[in-house]
C-alpha cells in the first residue's frame, strides 16, 4: 500500500529534550515536505527537500532541522524543544513535477501531535 | 499579502443542501495549480480536487466541484448534497512556480446538521 508513515504519532516531552519525529514513504517520491499546524493558522512548510541531499527552508524553519539522506526517509529533528513548538506536524511526499501546474498532489502521513512541557 | 485567502472560519450547512467554500488567491505565476483538502476530526489529510490554471472547465469529483473564476482569483468549492461525514475542516491550497511546494489557507470549519 502506497503511503507515508510518521513516528511516533503522539509525543509529550519537556523543553529542551531533543527528539526526532521520523517520516517514511514507498512511492520513491522525489520531493518531501514537513508542515506544522497550528489552530487559526492553517499549514505551515518548515523544511522541503527536493532530491536526496537537497533541503531547503519553508516559511517556518527555526528551530528544526531535516536531513535526505535516502529517498525515503525524511526525519525532523528538534535539537531544543520549546513549548512554542507544540503543534501538529505533518510530513508529505509527491513526484516532482517539472510544471507548477500538475497536478500531483501531495500525500500526507498520519500527522504526529507534538505537546513540549 | 495572504497567497491564499479563506474568509469563513465556519460554515453552517443542512444535510442534503449543497454548500459553497470561498478560496481567493493571489500569484503572478501564469502556470499554478490549486487543491482542496479534507481534514476530519481524526487528522489526516484528505486530498478532494485539483484545479490547473491552464483548465478551462472547472473541476469535478463526484459530489465535489471547484467554481474556478481566474479573472477573479478565486477557486471556491462547492459540495453538493452534504453529508454529515463532511463535517470536517477544508483547505485551499496552491502550487506556484514550478515547485511542488503548497502554500495552504487557514481553513474553514464546515459542520454538517441533520
Known amino acids: 500500500e502506497a503511503q507515508v508513515t510518521q513516528n511516533p504519532r503522539y509525543l509529550i516531552t519537556v523543553t529542551g529534550k531533543k527528539l526526532t519525529v521520523t517520516c517514511s514513504q514507498n512511492?520513491?517520491?522525489?520531493?518531501m515536505s514537513w508542515y506544522r499546524q497550528d489552530p487559526g493558522l492553517g499549514l505551515r512548510q518548515i523544511y522541503y527537500?527536493?532530491?536526496?541531499?537537497?533541503?531547503d527552508k519553508g516559511d517556518v524553519p527555526e528551530g528544526y532541522k531535516v536531513s535526505r539522506k535516502e529517498k525515503r526517509n525524511f526525519p525532523l529533528i528538534l535539537e531544543s524543544p520549546s513549548p512554542n513548538q507544540t503543534s501538529l506536524y505533518f510530513c508529505?511526499?509527491?513526484?516532482?513535477?517539472?510544471?507548477?501546474?500538475?497536478?500531483?498532489?501531495?500525500?500526507f502521513g498520519p500527522g504526529t501531535r507534538l505537546l513540549v512541557l | 499579502a495572504q497567497k491564499i485567502t479563506q474568509t469563513q472560519p465556519g460554515m453552517f450547512v443542512q444535510e442534503k443542501e449543497a454548500v459553497t467554500l470561498d478560496c481567493t488567491y493571489d500569484t503572478s505565476d501564469q502556470s499554478y495549480g490549486l487543491f482542496w483538502y479534507k481534514q476530519p476530526s481524526s487528522g489526516e489529510m484528505i486530498f478532494l480536487i485539483y484545479?490547473?490554471?491552464?483548465?478551462?472547465q472547472n473541476a469535478t469529483e463526484g459530489r465535489y466541484s471547484l467554481n474556478f473564476q481566474k479573472a477573479r482569483k478565486s477557486a471556491n468549492l462547492v459540495i453538493s448534497a452534504s453529508q454529515l461525514g463532511d463535517s470536517a475542516m477544508y483547505f485551499c491550497?496552491?502550487?506556484?512556480?514550478?515547485?511542488?511546494?503548497?502554500?495552504f489557507g487557514k481553513g474553514t470549519m464546515l459542520l454538517v446538521s441533520p
Open positions: 508529505a511526499s509527491s513526484p516532482t513535477s517539472g510544471l507548477a501546474g500538475g497536478q500531483e498532489t501531495q500525500y
Open positions: 527537500s527536493m532530491n536526496v541531499e537537497v533541503t
Open positions: 512511492m520513491n517520491h522525489e520531493y
Open positions: 484545479q490547473g490554471s491552464y483548465d478551462e
Open positions: 491550497a496552491m502550487r506556484e512556480g514550478g515547485y511542488s511546494t503548497l502554500t
